[in-house]
């Protein structure tokens, strides 16, 4: 396992879904159904979308969490999500959360003006330094961070340069066909 590297099994960036920070989430969703367009076949599509500013650098992240928290504004009332996850609350307390704060009661037809209006900027998740892998790791190492980060995805980089997109299916994908090839 440890003579893979990140890079050998990457997304390059120019492949993945990005979009500029002050894009509206509509125009996000776009990029994000446009990347799974081109992608094809693929086995897997991706789950969120970088976001660049003004210079082209990757400054922030989108992900499917982070879209449905921001088109419903009242989760903002509710808590760190982040951090709550962490308590373990259990099904019965989340789905009274739902009924009490009222989440998704506004009508659908709304979501395309909330889309339209916010920016991704106020709904993507700043980096941090635990967000990057470099792209010489090994795979043994990577599914290390992955899985003690309870992450989706790292970004790769070459150096200070985001490079890539490392995803935690590529990495099991990688590892099931490892297995199939055992001799048992």
């Known amino acids: 396992m440890k003579s893979k590297s990140v890079r050998d099994i ?3 960036l120019d492949e993945y879904a990005t979009t500029h920070q002050e894009a509206t989430l509509f125009e996000t969703v776009q990029a994000l159904e446009k990347s799974w367009q081109k992608a094809g076949a693929s086995k897997f599509k991706h789950r969120a979308v970088l976001v660049l500013d003004e210079k082209g650098f990757v400054i922030g992240k989108v992900s499917h969490w982070d ?22 609350l259990n099904p019965a307390f989340m789905r009274s959360m739902v009924d009490k704060e009222e989440l998704w009661d506004d009508p659908w037809n709304l979501l395309c003006a909330r889309a339209s209006n916010i920016l991704v900027k106020n709904a993507m998740r700043p980096l941090n330094d635990d ?11 990577a599914a290390h961070v992955l899985v003690m980060g309870r992450k989706l995805s790292v970004l790769v980089r070459r150096g200070n340069k985001v490079v890539g997109v490392l995803r935690i299916v590529d990495v099991c994908d990688n590892i099931c066909e490892m297995i199939k090839s055992c001799s048992i």
């Open 10 to 12: 990457m997304v390059p």
């Open 67 to 88: 879209l449905l928290q921001a088109l419903e504004p009242k989760y903002r009332k509710i808590a760190d999500f982040d951090r709550l996850t962490h308590f373990g």
């Open 131 to 141: 967000d990057f892998i470099d792209e010489e790791s090994s795979l043994a190492h």
